[in-house]
């Protein structure tokens, strides 16, 4: 598992993905896309909170996992990935961002990613219960610049206890150190 960082939170990646060198996790990441991978992320979920546990972490804190939302509004990877996280921790679930103007990042420069903006979902409600005490987590599959997380965190309201938990993060795309943990 890495830390990333370089942010005002903290970010864990469970894998250091460098495309044009890891042809397996190049595979196992583009199977995972879309529902198909629905099954396997209960599995990478109890991995990366083996790892992720054993570190020091918060206090005796409520714990909320928000998915990166989907340009279609649909359940996806990034849904799977927070729904298994939740279910593993037994954590709430909240599935409460939306992006203001739906559109694929794929292919998108780093200028456009990071004009990205994110608005909490009008049918959420919650927001306000607990928001300074409780641990927020960002869950998502592939962090490529970060653009989508700090999108979420200032969404959020910049939420004093922030996290940011991905499957993989894509080297050499955002510049921030790793250190194992």
Not at 20 to 41: C, P, Q, V, Y
Not at 163 to 170: A, F, I, N, S, T
Request: aromatic share 12%; net charge positive.
């Amino acid at each position: 598992m890495h830390e990333i960082h370089e942010a005002p939170y903290p970010i864990y990646a469970l894998y250091d993905w460098r495309p044009s060198e890891s042809d397996m996790l190049s595979k196992l990441f583009l199977s995972m896309k879309g529902t198909a991978g629905k099954n396997r992320w209960q599995s990478f979920a109890s991995n990366f909170l083996g790892k992720r546990l054993a570190q020091p972490m918060w206090e005796d804190r409520p714990v909320r996992i928000v998915p990166a939302p989907s340009s279609t509004g649909r359940k996806d990877h990034a849904y799977f990935w927070a729904e298994s996280l939740a279910d593993t921790l037994q954590g709430e679930f909240a599935n409460c961002l939306v992006k203001r103007a739906p559109k694929h990042q794929r292919g998108a420069s780093r200028d456009q990613r990071r004009r990205l903006r994110l608005n909490v979902s009008e049918n959420y409600s919650d927001l306000s219960n607990d928001w300074s005490s409780c641990l927020w987590i960002f869950a998502d599959d592939i962090l490529t610049t970060g653009a989508t997380a700090h999108a979420a965190y200032e969404a959020l309201g910049s939420p004093p206890h922030f996290e940011v938990w991905v499957l993989g993060r894509r080297s050499l795309s955002c510049g921030a150190s790793i250190d194992l943990l």
